[in-house]
């Protein structure tokens, strides 16, 4: 059963940290990436890794405060999110791709998905 679940979310005050994780099991994935979605928006791109994890791709909005990597020994991709803004509140979601390591931003071209892990800044 192929699974993504993430975890590392929850209620941070403005300028804060925080650690996203994604536990990956059931297959192999290609590119991998971070998707996030606000109430009443459309969900976005975050960032993305390669397999490797030495190729990566980033909304050019979250540039420098956001960081992708990836652990293939522990089948685990993360998401440092640092200098958090009240904007940034949303669900955040783990996706995969079964083979292609094409790092696109488009949420469709992605095969697997997580449960999604909730990240609240208060201002």
């Known amino acids: 059963q192929v699974q993504l679940v993430e975890s590392g979310g929850g209620l941070v005050q403005a300028g804060g940290s925080l650690r996203l994780s994604c536990a990956a099991s059931?297959?192999?994935?290609?590119?991998m990436g971070w998707f996030r979605q606000a109430p009443g928006k459309e969900r976005e791109f975050v960032a993305a890794c390669s397999r490797s994890g030495f190729v990566k791709r980033y909304a050019d909005s979250l540039k420098g405060r956001f960081s992708i990597s990836r652990d293939n020994a522990k089948n685990t991709v993360y998401l440092q999110m640092n200098s958090l803004k009240p904007e940034d509140t949303a669900v955040y979601y783990c996706?995969?791709?079964?083979?292609?390591?094409?790092?696109?931003?488009?949420?469709?071209?992605?095969?697997?998905w997580g449960q999604g892990t909730q990240v609240t800044v208060s201002s």
């Open positions: 059931g297959r192999t994935f290609g590119a």
């Open positions: 996706a995969g791709k079964r083979l292609s390591e094409v790092l696109t931003m488009t949420a469709a071209d992605y095969d697997y």
